[in-house]
């Protein structure tokens, strides 16, 4: 069983939404976590986008990833840009560190539907990435 840590700035968008995804995909062969340098609480649009595709996030925490640091993680996937360059020292020793900055919905201000266009983009990336990562890397 692989180890997967996800990480952003705040776990409460992008970082859960790939947590979700990665869960899906890889079924009982790895172990996800999520996390934040910062904690952010759950985005609720996050969890409304992602339940639109079939996939619960709302049980999800927000965390920071000192919580995490007893564990040896096979990846260590950063996906904004924030996290990837104030991330602390994560001490797992064979870990494959990855990064993408994904669009940020949270971000946008507008309409509802501006709104769920934003989050309904952002989606579609982290699950289109992800099922790349899966296929190249299990």
């Known amino acids: 069983?692989?180890?997967?840590?996800?990480?952003?700035?705040?776990?409460?968008?992008?970082?859960?939404?790939?947590?979700?995804?990665?869960?899906?995909?890889?079924?009982?062969?790895a172990k996800i976590y999520s996390a934040g340098i910062e904690t952010h609480g759950i985005n609720p649009d996050a969890v409304a986008i992602m339940k639109e595709d079939g996939i619960d996030i709302s049980h999800h925490t927000s965390n920071l990833v000192e919580e995490y640091s007893d564990i040896d993680f096979d990846f260590i996937?950063?996906?904004?840009?924030?996290?990837?360059?104030?991330?602390?020292?994560?001490?797992?020793?064979?870990?494959?560190?990855?990064?993408?900055?994904?669009?940020?919905?949270?971000?946008?201000?507008?309409?509802?539907?501006?709104?769920?266009?934003?989050?309904l983009k952002a989606r579609d990336e982290i699950k289109h990435y992800f099922g790349n990562f899966i296929n190249t890397y299990f």
């Open 1 to 29: 069983m692989k180890n997967v840590l996800v990480l952003c700035t705040g776990n409460s968008c992008r970082s859960q939404m790939a947590h979700g995804y990665l869960h899906y995909f890889t079924g009982k062969n």
């Open 77 to 119: 996937l950063t996906v904004c840009d924030h996290a990837n360059e104030n991330c602390p020292y994560i001490p797992s020793k064979n870990a494959i560190r990855l990064h993408h900055n994904f669009f940020d919905p949270s971000k946008v201000m507008g309409s509802s539907e501006e709104k769920h266009a934003a989050f």
